[in-house]
Structure formats: C-alpha cells, structure tokens
C-alpha cells in the first residue's frame, strides 16, 4: 500500500461543527417558513363584509320569514322544511325549548301558538309568521318566574330538568282549559307530556298548587 494511500486511510473525516450545523438548519427553517408564508400569501381570503353580514350570504334554497316571539320580531332565513322547533333553537338561539322524540310523542318542545299549546317539533316555521309564539323564555325568567315555575321549584317538579320546559309550557295552557279539577284530571291534561325521571306525583303537586290558588284569586 502506497504512503498516499495509507495517510487517506489513516487521516480523520473532517466533522460539523455544532456552529456550522446551527447555521445550516436556521437557514433551511428561513427557507421554509418564507416560502410558506409567500404560498399562504396567494390564497385570496373572503371580503369581510360577506362574514359579517348575514343578509348578504343568502344560501339557495331558503327563505326569509318574520316570527313574533315572546313579544320581538325575529327575523331569519330558513329551509322552508325548517320545523318551528329548529328555527327557535338554531336560529333564535331559544334552546330552552328542548327536542327529545322529534315525533311529537314527549312533550319536550311543547309552546304557546296564539295561546295554544302546541309541540313545536310538529309544525313548520314559515306557517307561522304573524303568530304570537311562546317559548319558555317568555314565561319567566330568574328572578320574575312565573307561578308555575315557582311551583316546580317548590314541589320538585323535575330531576333531570330536560322535559320540565315543555312540562311547565303544558301545565300553564292547561290552567286556561276547562279540565275538572281532580288530580286526574291534570294527569289526563298532562298525558302527552313525558317525564323519564318519574316525577309526575310532583308536577300534578305543583299544578295544582297553581290551580288552587289561580280558583281562590279568581
């Protein structure tokens, strides 16, 4: 073996210094981050005032309808297929009105309509513009309830709390009907709305509460 050949064999591979190194990766990160930043640059970004207004972003196929509920004008643009249930929760931001069944079988959804007690679930949104609608909401609120709110609260009317609005919806229509004045009676009235919990002695309780002192006051 030649001297030449022997002093390659022998010589040690130059290493990366820990400086070079550092060097070389921050300039590769630059690299990138710069080419990431001119390639986002490129994307043309949405006008503002297409976010921000709503009346601007019209989405085919829906319709602009006006609901009277609980007292205020609402209005919103809906799919015409839209139940009033959905339209109260996704577009009034009313969810105190719940959705259990969605068949009209439990009562959770239950409002006022003119007065009327009806499962919201079951009836289309755009049918009732001119309507005085009625949520929960509109019944009482923390610190202004109304009577049968109280009266739940006071008989433990409710345990899970999911169906008690559509319970107390129920129970204040109720009180306007001509229903006897037994507690069978209010079971009887009460009958389309359901309470998987189990405290139907004590809704009957607070209805009656509400009852009895609505026949001494009137």
């Known amino acids: 073996m030649s001297k030449s050949n022997d002093d390659d064999v022998k010589r ?3 290493k990366l210094s820990r400086r070079a190194f550092l060097s070389t990766a921050g300039t590769v990160g630059a690299a990138v981050t710069l080419s990431g930043s001119l390639a ?10 297409r976010i921000a207004d709503d009346e601007k972003v019209a989405i085919p196929g829906t319709i602009a309808v006006a609901l009277r509920v609980n007292g205020e004008t609402r209005k919103v643009r809906i799919d015409p297929r839209s139940t009033l249930l959905d339209t109260l929760r996704e577009s009034c ?28 679930c079951l009836t289309f949104a755009a049918m009732h513009q001119g309507d005085e609608i009625t949520t929960i909401e509109g019944i009482g609120q923390p610190g202004n309830l109304h009577a049968m709110q109280a009266a739940f609260v006071e008989h433990d009317g409710f345990q899970c709390g999911y169906c008690t609005s559509g319970q107390i919806m129920s129970a204040v229509a109720m009180t306007k009907e001509p229903w006897g ?22 809704i009957v309780s607070a209805i009656q509460q509400v009852r009895g002192n609505s026949r001494r006051n009137g």
């Open 12 to 14: 040690p591979k130059e």
């Open 40 to 49: 986002a640059s490129t994307v043309a970004e949405p006008p503002a005032e």
């Open 181 to 202: 004045p037994e507690d069978k009676d209010v079971k009887e009235a009460m009958a389309g709305n359901i309470c998987r919990c189990g405290a139907y002695p004590n």
């Open 93 to 120: 931001n009313l969810t105190g009105t719940k959705k259990g069944c969605d068949h009209g079988q439990c009562g959770a959804c239950t409002v006022h309509i003119n007065g009327r007690r009806v499962n919201s």
